[in-house]
């Protein structure tokens, strides 16, 4: 039987689904109401009611979801979109198409920004403008079925975060971005996902596929039920390697696999014997607002949580990465500053989450882990603010201990001097950012996956230089080439002995390890 006709795209979530496609049609400006709505008290009553069905969105979703509506509740209660629309309401516009175009406005703005990831925020504010536009016009945004391949030019964070995904389906877009919103809610949700398929055609009910490993979208199937991928237990495989994440090689060199968390309740689902604990928890994904990073006993209880399911092993938990992209609600965006240069810049909320750090510690094997490092004054500046909060602790008597205090290379400069970061206890490579800088392209840029493919010799080739300048001190990899079976080889040759990787990945990554020699190369027989 031949095979059915396919189509190649990006890969933004792994995995396979297939089903009966939904094609997504936008909101028809015909469609909405004539000038009968022309007040602002109506207009001010739809955004009221927007910012209210968020909430209840978010009140159901995990931290990292959370985050991305609260940015959108926060493009709501801005009040110069209310008087820029009300503006043109005076001017005798119809309310709808006030409200459209002043978010149009917006839309295009940020689409035509230099920076990529800027652009990325455009889909953002148009599932805003749709939210406010279905409840003027009295048409809601419908949901899909159950077990559809949803099939558009980019999909909306609330319409994902709505959706239930326990029956399967999948994602097809037309253009979208493999970093942004939706592609991180797909990839945190095990949900089959390409993007950049340029717009094709399929009819609303045809069984179609997508496969997120290989980039392709599978035309035509013929009708079966869907297939969907299991959801609530996609860990259960790893429950019978109970190796504590201690792996060797073939040779009989040692090797630890550990895991990525991004909030505290997913190492729930994860048997702690078959990892060698917490290798990267991403803070700010589990801080959603300005208030969590002003909480210090919060912060200190998703700690201690963490610390207590690893019992006894290794917990990295990086300090809050936020700025740029990655904004933290509340919080006033200062430009060009993220990660290290944010915390240095904003010490109150560096000095709340090191105490919170030191007084966990106690409770286990922490280790604290520096965003974006640039320089090894870095370093000292943020060693020099847990001297002062360790002393603070110790004249109020409260228990706390200072961990290994280690940093995050990923960026260039920071890489090829890392020798020079005397002060830095531990390495960890994050090699999401250091491709992306590497090949001079945001990771919101639609083809920044292609490229970062194509950087993959230049990325093995600065990972091996720089950990010879790290000595002797430790080193691990925690981004998306630490997931990839067929990179594993390259980074076993490169000096790789600590691999921290998505929990989905741990089967394939450990079966990678033990198949090969230390130095990377395959095993008699394999």
């Not at 882990?369 to 004249?395: C, G, N, T, W």
């Not at 493919?453 to 091996?464: D, H, S």
Request: aromatic residues 6%.
């Amino acid at each position: 039987m031949a095979a059915p006709p396919s189509l190649k795209a990006i890969g933004a979530s792994p995995g396979v689904a297939t089903g009966p496609a939904y094609v997504a049609r936008p909101m028809a400006a015909a469609s909405f109401p004539p000038s009968s709505l022309s007040g602002h008290a109506e207009l001010g009553d739809a955004i009221k009611k927007a910012i209210h069905e968020l909430r209840n969105i978010a009140a159901g979703t995990d931290p990292e979801s959370g985050e991305i509506i609260e940015f959108q509740i926060e493009v709501l209660e801005d009040p110069t979109l209310m008087e820029t629309a009300g503006a043109r309401i005076d001017a005798g516009e119809n309310m709808a198409f006030a409200w459209a175009g002043t978010l149009d406005g917006y839309i295009r703005e940020l689409e035509g920004a230099e920076e990529d990831q800027v652009q990325a925020r455009a889909v953002d504010i148009l599932d805003v403008k749709n939210r406010v536009l279905s409840i003027l016009t009295g048409a809601p945004i419908d949901d899909f079925p159950a077990g559809s391949i949803y099939v558009g030019k980019d999909m909306e964070p609330s319409r994902f975060l709505a959706h239930d995904w326990s029956a399967g389906g999948g994602i097809a877009l037309y253009a979208g971005s493999a970093v942004g919103h939706v592609a991180l809610l797909a990839r945190s949700r095990s949900v089959p996902m390409v993007i950049g398929a340029g717009r094709f055609a399929t009819e609303k009910g045809q069984y179609i596929g997508v496969d997120g490993d290989s980039g392709i979208i599978m035309l035509q199937i013929a009708n079966q039920r869907a297939t969907p991928a299991p959801r609530d237990h996609r860990l259960t495989s790893m429950a019978s390697t109970t190796d504590n994440g201690t792996l060797y090689t073939a040779d009989g060199s040692q090797v630890l696999l550990a895991v990525n968390v991004n909030a505290p309740d997913e190492v729930d689902a994860i048997d702690v014997a078959t990892t060698a604990g917490i290798g990267l928890m991403r803070s700010e994904f589990a801080l959603t607002s300005l208030g969590d990073a002003a909480n210090e006993e919060k912060q200190f209880a998703i700690y201690r949580h963490l610390l207590d399911w690893a019992d006894g092993r290794s917990v990295t938990i990086r300090m809050l990465d936020i700025g740029g992209d990655k904004p933290l609600a509340g919080l006033a965006e200062v430009p060009s500053l993220r990660g290290i240069r944010l915390l240095l810049a904003r010490q109150e909320i560096a000095r709340v989450q090191a105490r919170a750090l030191l007084r966990a510690a106690v409770f286990g094997s922490l280790r604290i882990l520096l965003p974006m490092v640039m320089f090894p004054s870095d370093v000292d500046d943020i060693r020099q603010i847990y001297r002062e909060e360790s002393d603070a602790l110790a004249r109020r008597g409260v228990p706390h201990r200072t961990p290994p205090i280690g940093m995050m290379v990923e960026v260039p400069a920071a890489a090829l001097m890392l020798d020079e970061f005397e002060s830095a206890d531990f390495f960890s490579f994050g090699t999401n950012d250091l491709a992306q800088y590497l090949v001079a392209s945001s990771r919101e840029n639609a083809d920044f996956t292609l490229y970062q493919a194509k950087a993959v010799p230049a990325v093995l080739r600065l990972l091996t230089q720089t950990i010879r300048l790290a000595g002797r001190k430790p080193v691990s990899i925690c981004g998306d080439m630490a997931g990839d079976p067929s990179l594993t080889a390259d980074l076993l040759a490169a000096g790789i002995r600590h691999f921290s990787v998505a929990p989905t990945q741990l089967p394939a990554i450990r079966s990678a390890i033990v198949g090969l020699k230390a130095d990377g190369t395959k095993a008699a027989g394999e």
